[in-house]
């Protein structure tokens, strides 16, 4: 008997040792869920912007306090331990920090990255993952079938996946990505200047809240989509705001960049009630835009009005 105790004991010891040096899935993981961070919230070229002295910029260059990292969102999935990226940016080397430390893992690679388009503030980023910088080990990058065109053949970008540095795994429009039981992904297209790729907004879903995130489109008008109709569904709403009104770069034809000025998203949803109207977060500013100064006229009038502006380091849970 005394034998037979011993051997049980021994089972229930190596049964033990096995389940340790496994993930977990803990009572404390399970509380935190999904988290969503806003790692930045500036246009492509971030603020302050190169070759720009004006008013808007001038008071940044001087105090890094002041300078706003390029629009993106990270996802953290507490329950299996992963994390995920929305946009690479030129400032992905501190925004993956970011994200690595938010995620309390000592794996500085995200277990995923997703693009909406080939505009150069999102997906430019690509390029530290690459040899001479990160030399990542197959980063798995979701791309739309245009913009996995784009980087399949063209450089340098062949060059990261020719190395092993990024994994191109192609996603469709509304087929929906499952992560884990508790975290998926819908790409939406979105009407937008499509040089070299389609352009998409994304629909997170967490365990208990929906995200939707536009950071670019032309005009809400343009969408065969009702935007309104998407903010009564979701719970949080992180829309394109790059421009304030048609004013603030009289040298360049707006025509040529449209997007919806805040000006307009106001009168849009204008008729949404407060609960709805309380979800959007505006971002995506130029260095233009004065939602960027929380301490500014038109971001104190916009708050007032039941609408919420992006800021750095906000996080929610999903």
Known sequence: MEKLNILFRSCCYFILL???????????????GVQLYILGTAQDAGAPQIGCDKSCCSSRWNDPSKHEKVVSLGVIDATQRTSYL???TPDIGDQLKILQQEAGNSNAQPDGIFLTHAHIGHYSGLMYLGKEAASSKAVTVYTMPRMQAFLNENGPWDQLINYGNISLSEIREDEEIKLSDVLSVQPLNVPHRD???????????????????IPDIDK????????SAWIKKVDLAFLDA????????????MEEIPHPFVVES???????????RKKIY?????????????????????????????????????
């Open 282 to 318: 505006f971002i995506h500013f130029n260095h233009t835009n004065p939602l960027l100064s929380a301490s500014s006229k038109a971001s104190r009038e916009l708050q007032e009005l039941g609408f919420n502006i992006s800021r750095e380091g906000m996080q929610f849970q999903l």
């Open 195 to 213: 040089e070299y790729s389609e352009t998409v907004g994304y629909l997170i879903k967490g365990k208990v809240r929906t995200a939707l995130f």
């Open 86 to 88: 929305f946009e690479a």
């Open 220 to 227: 809400w008008s343009r969408w065969e989509q009702d935007i």
């Open 242 to 253: 790059t421009f304030y009104d048609g004013s603030e770069l009289p040298s360049r034809s």
């Open 18 to 32: 096995l389940s340790c040096g496994q993930q977990q899935t803990t009572p404390e993981n399970e509380n935190k």
């Open 266 to 276: 106001i009168e849009q949803f204008s008729e949404l009630k407060d609960e709805d």
